[in-house]
């Protein structure tokens, strides 16, 4: 229903929106959803949808069904490679065709592939059916939550059954 993010917008393709700070920025697939968002959480003195943690559940029992981290390209035509930082697992070819059953290796330090992770979320608080997906383009966002969203299934088992608390804190890296 929407996707969370720790930057402002991109004031173009070449650089990144301003950093948040503690905060997260919604964007909603549709006007109702943002509107309900900015009933449950608010807006900021510009109006923008931000918010600074709230309640969370995974909605799948399992790490791998609610997080996705690749190396990827876009380009205005969409994504052109997927990589797993050892191969590209999607690419397109020269027709412009998917190819998702053929790996190719990457090419290492000329992959255009940039960091991105996706954890999808349902937000306790938000009367939507429907997850939020919660991406990063950070390698140590990417690192951090990877561990421990692993180190809950460890503990755990069924991530699914968790009640957790998404927030920003920031660190020294």
């Known amino acids: 229903i929407g996707v969370l993010r720790k930057g402002g917008p991109k004031p173009n393709d070449k650089q990144p929106g301003p950093d948040l700070n503690e905060n997260f920025r919604f964007t909603g697939n549709d006007e109702g ?19 600074d943690g709230m309640s969370v559940r995974l909605p799948y029992p399992t790490v791998d069904a609610n997080w996705q981290a690749w190396r990827e390209h876009w380009v205005a035509g969409g994504l052109v490679v997927r990589c797993d930082g050892e191969h590209h697992v999607l690419w397109r070819d020269q027709a412009g065709q998917v190819i998702t059953d053929n790996p190719q290796p990457c090419p290492g330090r000329t992959c255009l592939a940039k960091p991105v992770g996706r954890l999808e979320v349902l937000v306790s608080d938000l009367h939507h059916m429907g997850t939020v997906t919660v991406q990063t383009t950070s390698k140590h966002d990417i690192m951090n939550l990877d561990g421990c969203l692993r180190a809950l299934a460890l503990a755990f088992g069924d991530v699914s059954r968790l009640p957790l608390r998404l927030s920003r804190v920031s660190r020294q890296i």
Do not use: I, M, Q, S
């Open 33 to 51: 959803v943002n509107r309900d968002w900015a009933e449950v959480f608010g807006t900021d003195d510009k109006g923008r949808l931000l918010v």
